[in-house]
């Protein structure tokens, strides 16, 4: 074989190479962008959903030092109102969390 066929040959083999990397590349890409996705959309919104529950969890309880301190009847029912809309975000989160 002459020099420039087997040149020709390396090169073609080289791009047949390159190309087998890149398509490969791709795949591991899109299986990389999943799984991240999967992450973020399982990994953080139970997080957030907890930190939410926290909150909720605490609400009552200032509710109560609050109505201890008031003197005002449509206060006192605002906060006893507040608890119970707590009651209710703390049911539907843990609700969340177990699915």
Do not use: W
């Not at 529950?53 to 449509?74: G, K, M, V």
């Amino acid at each position: 074989m002459k020099i420039d066929a087997k040149l020709g040959f390396d090169f073609g083999v080289l791009i047949v190479l390159m190309v087998g990397i890149i398509i490969l590349s791709v795949y591991s890409l899109k299986k990389i962008d999943e799984s991240i996705n999967l992450m973020v959309i399982e990994g953080f919104t139970k997080p957030v959903i907890a930190n939410d529950f926290t909150d909720q969890l605490n609400l009552p309880e200032r509710s109560i030092h609050n109505i201890l301190s008031l003197s005002d009847r449509a206060d006192i029912q605002k906060e006893a109102e507040g608890i119970e809309g707590a009651r209710k975000i703390v049911t539907e989160n843990i609700e969340k969390l177990q699915k």
